[in-house]
């Protein structure tokens, strides 16, 4: 008597149908808590790690936007697989950093970590102990996060030590953002129409001496109208979209503008006052323009030195693990 092979495959394929759709085969909540989520250089981050860092994000952007926010979409995904990617190279990046802190004998003291977690108790009081429930994390643990941190923050410092800001940089940002140091003000309205044809119709009637509040109650798409006839109030640089600021600063008072597109829609600007100003003198800027860029470069070299260690690591993701 002859077997037929293609049967066998068929009713072993069903057995296991009906054996895992029964429950008898079940998943082994120590195995998933161990399974990798990812490997860096041979060290293998867990799913347990993983849960303890995604639940923190998962809780933070639940509270803000409500449960709905996962199913949301974010370059073509979900939100959830996209903050979940974000966090295992964040576990990723952390261990790399790890790593070469300790081949160039980067460490913290006991002093050092027993100091942070005093500063961190005597912040938080009597919530210490529940934050820690919260989270699901023994003392022994954040002690060990508390080391992580410090030894990251320590490489971080050594990175950056060497970048400065050449003082020609400092004098030729504040020459290209005059903008950034300049209190100009303007004090207008506006009337917000959907289309271009509503708004050709309705700038002929502010032109032609039509009160520019009436007209903005009456014909205006913006929320509020009502109330506020369309009043924006007094604003300066950088509080408003571009298109819209642009067109407002270069109106004289009692001036108004023609049709003015932004994502909103199509606006018509009228400007009842206008305040320009001398701008800020450098010597009164310059240190606080050597921050700013100091802090720019300073993330920049370590974002390279972080890129150049994630190019040159061996790592495995396990997405199917998240």
């Given at each position: 008597m002859?077997?037929?092979?293609g049967l066998?495959v068929?009713?072993a394929v069903m ?5 895992t ?8 909540p ?12 041979g060290?293998?981050i867990?799913?347990e790690e993983?849960d303890?860092?995604?639940?923190l994000i998962k809780?933070?952007y639940?509270?803000?936007y409500?449960?709905d ?8 995904k979900?939100f ?6 974000q966090?295992?190279?964040?576990l990723?990046?952390?261990r790399l950093?790890?790593?070469d802190a ?7 003291t006991?002093?050092?970590?027993d ?5 961190t108790?005597d912040?938080?009081?009597e919530?210490?102990?529940?934050i820690?429930?919260a ?6 643990q954040?002690?060990?996060?508390v080391?992580q ?5 320590k490489?971080r ?5 060497g970048?400065t800001v050449p003082?020609e940089?400092i ?15 303007v004090k207008?309205?506006?009337i917000?129409?959907?289309t271009?044809?509503k ?5 002929a009637?502010?032109k032609?001496g039509?009160d ?5 109650e009456?014909?205006s798409?913006?929320?509020?109208v ?6 924006l ?5 950088g509080?408003?979209?571009q ?5 407002a ?7 108004i ?5 932004t994502q909103?829609?199509?606006?018509i600007?009228?400007?009842?006052k206008?305040?320009i100003?001398e701008?800020?003198?450098?010597e009164?800027?310059k240190?606080d323009i ?15 030195a972080?890129?150049k260690?994630?190019e ?11």
């Open positions: 002859r077997i037929n092979k066998l068929l009713a057995l296991v149908a009906a054996v759709g029964c429950g008898i085969i079940r998943k082994n120590e195995a998933i808590k161990n399974s990798a989520v990812a490997e860096v250089n060290y293998v867990t799913r993983f303890k860092s995604f639940d809780a933070s639940e509270s803000q409500g449960t926010i996962w199913n949301t979409d974010m370059d073509g979900k959830i697989d996209y903050v979940k990617e966090v295992v190279e964040k990723i990046l952390d950093i790890l790593e300790q081949k160039q004998g980067i460490e913290v006991q002093q050092e970590v100091q942070e977690i005093k500063d108790k912040y938080f009081g919530r210490f102990q529940d820690l429930t989270q699901k994390m023994s003392e022994e954040f002690v060990e996060e080391r941190v410090l030894i990251i923050s490489y410092e050594k990175v950056v030590e970048v003082a940089d004098r030729k940002y504040y020459d290209e953002n005059p903008k950034e140091f300049k209190n100009d003000t207008a309205s506006h917000l129409l959907d271009r044809e708004a050709e119709e309705v700038l009637k502010a032609a039509e520019f509040g009436a007209l903005a009456k014909f798409v913006e929320p509020g009502d109330t506020t006839k369309g009043d109030g007094e604003f300066g640089y509080m408003m979209v298109p819209f600021e642009e067109a600063f270069a109106l004289n008072e009692g001036e503008s023609d049709i003015v597109e909103f829609g199509f606006h600007i009228k400007v009842f206008k305040n100003v701008p800020t003198p450098f009164e800027v240190d050597e921050v700013k860029l100091l802090s720019y470069r300073q993330e920049e070299a370590y974002s390279q972080v890129s260690l994630r040159q690591a061996d790592v495995k993701t396990y997405p199917r693990n998240m």
